[in-house]
């Protein structure tokens, strides 16, 4: 059997920067991808934050391919006929270290692929790995297209269904209680209607996202990010609350409706459909997370279940490189001793915790529960508005004060027990 | 037997769109180019078949098209070595400056008994740089072999002729050009791709094969490779469906699409 030092398997995000860092030390590794290129697979709302990776290989990023650096955050409560949007422009959060960048990964993945090519690693597209092969408990390697390779470590990092270590029972298979889908449109608009449309400077970005109507009253919502010469626009659902449903509405319709919202269509008139992808999205939490080593073996980025749900954003991208260079960290250690067993390799677990990684799958323990009320999704977004329509409103009943109007407004919509005890959940979001 | 196959980097037309009458080319990955693959395969089954020889991918480099990933795919499918001409001076060239270079490289790395060429790039697709080389070389020419098979000394081609098929002989060495039907490119197996990185590749420069910038700088521009873009007149005719028939019967006539 032909044999070399790692093998990663997964040309996205996490394998890519694991093989990135094995690479640039001279370990002989190999990428397996079965898309016909890096990132042909993947699919991504549209933002990565940076400001944590800065400090993972830093000479890596100076020439990333980002679309634009986000200046703009809004949220927008659709619901009631009417939406609220929140706003916030700050010099903080672009400046000379931007906190997000909007991206593509189709451009992402490739340029990435390029930077482990040119560390040393091999990077092999149309390339299915079928198989993991055992040697009792340990992993020694993979089966792809017929031939058989070995390795010392394989690096998992096959993404969301983990079908490859679910099939070797290195985790449990998916349940769809513990993902979400989510849908996406590409839509071009030339940079200046853009940077028009949501008052931006030049070659800055926005990001807005949604909730309320969009997912009508499921657990998710809506997200928009505005490329250089396009703009992402997507819904991310609950895959058990869609599957669910007892009506007939098939999760596509809900970006179809979106998409013809009175308050989104201004913001996509002109635009001209490029591409569409959707793609299952892990959010089952950190109870749910497999374990994450074993003899011979890593697992990465979102097949090791690093990915995180806050609220209205799906959070992945950014622990997926940071679990990806932890993993490289972990085979050099594993190298050095000359030992892969699965007790070398626990030092894994040890290099997430000190990335920011762990620290934020912990931090949204708490959301899974909270998320399932669906009132978050459905009766907040249109109180707000009917607060807010009191507070502008003009007519001949509105005798009372501004103040006052609000005061009453705001018992009315929000002074109730289940809201106080919403409030109470999300404390930890 | 000895074959050199000329291979140029073209975009994955299948991920390729057209925008505003131009090909949107952001994340598009380059591969072999599609042709190039049916003289790759063309190339190898000749070598199987004659029991001994070796195949050699040639290519010249191309603004920042990645040839040695190119290289790397043509090993992997089966070449026995990539041979590579490398000049900055080569980014702007045209097909004379191209075929100029790969008849060099060609030269230099010879002997061959056969050169083999796609019967177009997937990108360009102007057919020419085939006879150029051919030309340059000295070489016998056979366009568009729908089959091809060696006794050793002499080649036979069936060519694609539209209308009907043509075989022809020829003594070796000779330049074939080699369509689409003529076989199925295989897929490299992992092995392949992983042996792939250990094939020698010899990459020249325009001086040593005794050129310069000004050999291959292009000695036209395109303009434009667009196909008239037709205007339409938009008539429409109301009226009863006899009188529409005779509005455009008689604006037919008047056009000179009918005559009288």
Known sequence: MEKVECIVVGGGLAGLVAAYGLAREGVEVMVLERGNYAGAKNVTGGRLYMRPLRRIYPELWDDMPFERPVARELITMLGDGAATTVELASERLSGPSPQSYTIQRAKLDQWLADKATAAGAMVVTDMKADELLRDGERVIGVRAGGDEVGAEVTIIAEGVLGLLSGGAGLREQPRAADHAVGFKEIIELPPGVIEDRWRLNEGEGAAQLFMGD???????????????????????????????????????????????????????????????????????????????????????????????????????????????????????????????????????????????????????????????????????????????????????????????????????????????????????? | MDIAVCVKTNPDLQLMRVKDRAPVLEAVPFKVGDLDKNALEAALLLRDAA????????????????????????????????????????????????????????????????????????????????????????????????????????????????????????????????????????????????????????EYALGDLALDAAAVAPRRAVRSNLAEEQSRKHVLFDGEPAAQAEALINALVAEGVLGR
């Not at chain 1, 097949?303 to 940071?322: E, K």
């Open chain 1, 214 to 429: 969009v997912t009508r009253g499921m657990t998710g919502g809506g997200f928009l990010y505005t490329n250089r010469a396009s703009i992402a626009l997507g819904v991310v659902v609950s895959m058990e609350q869609m599957r669910t449903r007892s009506d007939e509405l098939e999760s596509w319709e809900l970006l179809d409706a979106f998409k013809e919202a009175a308050q989104i269509k201004p913001l996509v008139r002109g635009g001209e459909l490029a591409e569409y992808s959707a793609h299952a999205v892990f959010e089952g939490g950190i109870d749910k997370l497999p374990r994450s080593y074993g003899a011979g073996y890593l697992l990465a980025g979102e097949a090791a279940g690093f990915a995180l749900n806050a609220l209205v954003t799906v959070r992945g991208m950014d622990l997926a490189i940071a679990s990806g260079w932890a993993a490289a960290r972990a085979a050099l250690a594993a190298r050095a001793a000359g030992d892969s067993s699965a007790a070398a390799l626990a030092v894994y677990e040890r290099f997430l915790r000190e990335t920011f990684v762990m620290r934020a799958m912990e931090a949204g323990r708490g959301v899974p529960r909270a998320i399932e009320n669906r009132r978050l999704f459905s009766e907040y977004p249109g109180a707000v508005a009917r607060l807010l329509e009191g507070f502008f409103a003009v007519d001949d009943e509105s005798s009372a004060t501004l103040v006052r109007t609000s005061l009453r407004g705001a018992r009315r919509e929000f002074l109730k027990i289940d809201t106080l005890k919403d409030l109470w959940s999300l404390r930890k979001v």
């Open chain 2, 51 to 202: 029991g001994d020889g070796r195949v050699v991918a040639v290519t010249v480099s191309e603004g920042d098209r990645k040839i040695r990933e190119t290289m790397k795919e043509a090993l992997a499918i089966g070449a026995d070595e990539a041979v590579i001409v490398s000049d900055p001076a080569l980014d702007q060239s045209d097909q004379a400056g191209v075929a100029l270079a790969l008849a060099g490289a060609i030269g230099k790395a010879g002997p061959f008994d056969l050169v083999l060429f796609g019967e177009g790039s997937t990108d360009g697709y102007s057919g020419q740089v085939p006879s150029r080389v051919a030309e340059l070389l000295g070489l016998p020419e056979i366009g568009y072999a729908r089959s091809l098979q060696s006794t050793g000394a002499v080649l036979r081609a069936e060519r694609s002729m539209g209308e009907s098929i043509e075989t022809l002989e020829t003594a070796l060495p000779a330049a074939v050009t080699v369509v689409s039907e003529i076989n199925e490119p295989r897929i490299p197996s992992l092995m392949n791709i992983m042996k792939a990185g250990k094939k020698p590749v010899v």
